[in-house]
């Protein structure tokens, strides 16, 4: 059997005189919008740092012509409200008084507020953009609402330290 090639080279078409031609299509640059739910676990610190390291382009590493085309990282804390319902205590129930309620709300922002300084430290490191965002409600529900609203294009979370048939 024998074989032949096209040696042809590729015919160019020249428009006609006068012809308007439309500039070269010219492909934009899409920012990627990550966002990473975090609470005190490592697995959520775990999934960050991947996240950092695997998703997000580092405008310091790669030079980037603007910085607002450089990737961003949206890490989101939710906090889970404090139930003042009756606790037991013995025979009768004892409930929470406004005073107890409001310092463990304080409590628990300012432990948010630490947790959302370390990951936008981790951020700061890495030299990526981040904002950070506090919900309060079911983590679950607020996490995937506030991803659905920002149009978040990957969402990327920790896996809470549980193994493959306990999950």
Excluded at 29 to 34: A, D, G, I, S, Y
Excluded at 50 to 74: C, F, H
């Amino acid at each position: 059997m024998e074989t032949t090639r096209a040696t042809e080279s590729p015919t160019v078409v020249e428009p006609p005189p006068g012809a308007v031609v439309p500039p070269p299509v010219v492909e934009q640059k899409r920012m990627m919008k990550v966002m990473v739910g975090i609470d005190d676990s490592d697995y959520g610190f775990y999934a960050l740092k991947w996240a950092l390291e695997n998703l997000i382009k580092y405008s310091g590493a790669r030079p980037v012509a603007n910085q607002m085309e450089s990737d961003m990282i949206t890490v989101v804390h939710v906090l889970q409200p404090f139930q003042h319902f009756a606790f037991p205590a013995g025979p009768s129930a004892v409930y929470a008084t406004t005073g107890m309620v409001e310092s463990v709300r304080k409590a628990q922002e300012e432990a948010a507020a630490g947790l959302l300084s370390r990951a936008l430290h981790l951020c700061k490191e890495k030299m990526i953009k981040a904002e950070t965002l506090l919900l309060e409600g079911d983590p679950k529900d607020k996490i995937c609402e506030a991803a659905a609203q920002m149009h978040v294009d990957l969402l990327v979370v920790g896996s809470r330290g549980l193994g493959k048939f306990k999950r």
